[in-house]
């Protein structure tokens, strides 16, 4: 059996309207992987079952593909975890999905350069570590993939100050290859924040956003997060 047909680890696949990025409001089909190469010890994970302690149940490919084809929904998005981990089989997932007339979008941390799978999706959204997160940000994948794929969104988490003026700077980088789409949103502390705390975040990244004229980036909120809580699977 050859790696693209060996089975992953799949912590869920739900239905559910999409509550962040650029593709905000939009019905799809969430398939997340399980396992993650980062622990951004800045932050509280949202998904531990997908990251720090990955559950779940091994699945083929296709088993995959047959579950996210039973929802009939023309749009599908690959997250995690970090689902490049699983590249080989991925990139065959994607490829299934996108032959068969499906929208496909990978959600990655920004920290492997996977082209095999960035060929068969439509969108190819990364997240851009900010110094809050305890992580060191993967600069020259991030603009590798902006330079050599066609939609690719950029999401930087900003939790002060000095996240935006990070993403200030990285973004003016990123500016050089065009086309990107970049993306700010407040950083949510599961366990911590009420929704009056990540609206109050929110208000004041968008102020900044207009006071430093940086008319370059989208100001978005995770949606889900305000509408379930940060404790919610599969919405």
Not at 44 to 72: I, K
Not at 186 to 198: A, C, F, H, M, W
Not at 222 to 234: D, E, K, M, N
Request: glycine share 8%; aromatic share 8%; hydrophobic share 40%.
């Amino acid at each position: 059996m050859d790696a693209s047909s060996k089975p992953l680890l799949i912590s869920e696949i739900y239905l559910a309207v999409c509550g962040e990025g650029s593709e905000i409001g939009l019905p799809a089909v969430f398939v997340r992987t399980s396992g993650c190469n980062m622990r951004c010890a800045g932050w509280p994970c949202d998904t531990p079952y997908a990251s720090v302690a990955p559950q779940g149940e091994m699945m083929t490919p296709e088993e995959v593909c047959q579950r996210v084809l039973s929802f009939r929904c023309p749009r599908v998005f690959i997250t995690g975890g970090e689902p490049l981990l699983w590249r080989e089989q991925v990139a065959k997932i994607a490829s299934e999905l996108h032959s068969r007339g499906l929208w496909v979008m990978i959600q990655s941390n920004g920290s492997i350069y996977a082209p095999e799978v960035f060929r068969h999706c439509s969108f190819v959204s990364l997240d851009y570590k900010t110094p809050s997160s305890g992580e060191e940000s993967c600069a020259d994948v991030i603009a590798q993939t902006v330079q050599n794929h066609q939609r690719v969104q950029v999401k930087f988490p900003v939790a002060d100050e000095n996240d935006l003026l990070f993403a200030i700077s990285r973004s003016q980088e990123l500016a050089a290859y065009g086309g990107v789409e970049l993306v700010l949103q407040p950083v949510n502390r599961v366990g911590e924040d009420s929704t009056l705390d990540l609206l109050a975040k929110l208000k004041w990244l968008q102020e900044e956003v207009l006071r430093r004229g940086c008319f370059q980036f989208r100001v978005l909120p995770q949606l889900h997060i305000i509408v379930h809580g940060g404790a919610a699977r599969g919405v």
